[in-house]
């Protein structure tokens, strides 16, 4: 089932005869044993209900949620959070316009479900990512190497997790999203380079990872209130 807009609801101590997933790509809601749930789920994670577990969830927020019921076991006895990977976020874009169904669903949409739940049953039983430190390695890599390109998508590969997960955890480590945090560190970079160096300064924007030196004068300007070439003759030693 995909429920796009769903606002409120308040279903306290929930048991199911079979694994239930709840995976979450806008929004939040609240779960756990205790009510009411002290625990939160956040987009880009699932919650994992498998069969006989009681779980109270809550929300009071509008928020994106797929759920899916299936016969499939899983290796622990109580409902677990998990983050939503790359691959599973892109099933669960191709399964959104199938909507609520009941019983059978179509063949393609039911490989789809098992893709899912396969591959959350695998990432259980593996040994956890310590995704707080590999968020860390990446901005340290960020600050260390700015030209680089680090797209969306290959960060969500490196963090296993899919983009708002990703968004999510850049905002709450930076208060920035990905993009603006490079973009931030390119640009701090530059200012480094200009006041260090006397090399021209459409060498030091490729340095920077900005192809066209106009386009970095135009957000150095922006950002300092000053051109490249004022900020270098101001503070030049």
């Not at 429920?3 to 609801?9: E, N």
């Not at 968004?167 to 380079?193: H, K, N």
Request: some cysteine; overall charge positive; charged content about 25%.
């Amino acid at each position: 089932a995909h429920f796009p807009h769903k606002v409120q609801f308040d279903f306290a101590q929930e048991q199911y005869d079979c694994t239930v997933v709840f995976l979450l790509t806008a929004g939040q809601f609240a779960f756990g044993t205790d009510s009411p749930p002290t625990q939160q789920l956040h987009a880009g994670e699932a919650l994992i209900c498998p069969a006989g577990a009681a779980v109270h969830r809550r929300a009071e927020a509008p928020m994106t949620l797929h759920m899916i019921q299936a016969a499939v076991p899983f290796p622990q006895r109580t409902a677990a959070r998990l983050i939503i990977s790359p691959r599973m976020d892109e099933d669960l874009r191709r399964l959104a316009p199938f909507g609520f169904c009941a019983g059978s669903i179509p063949d393609e949409a039911a490989h789809w479900c098992t893709d899912i739940l396969i591959e959350m049953r695998d990432a259980l039983r593996a040994a956890p990512m310590d995704v707080r430190a590999a968020l860390h390695a990446v901005l340290r890599e960020m600050t260390q190497f700015p030209a680089r390109a680090y797209p969306n998508d290959v960060l969500c590969r490196r963090l296993r997790c899919c983009e708002s997960r990703l968004i999510a955890l850049f905002r709450a480590e930076t208060g920035r999203t990905p993009q603006q945090y490079l973009l931030d560190r390119r640009l701090q970079r530059s200012r480094v380079l200009l006041v260090q160096t006397n090399d021209p300064i459409g060498e030091i924007a490729a340095q920077c990872g900005f192809a066209d030196p106009l386009y970095f004068s135009r957000l150095f300007s922006r950002r300092y209130g000053r051109s490249p070439r004022r900020f270098r003759n101001e503070n030049k030693v």
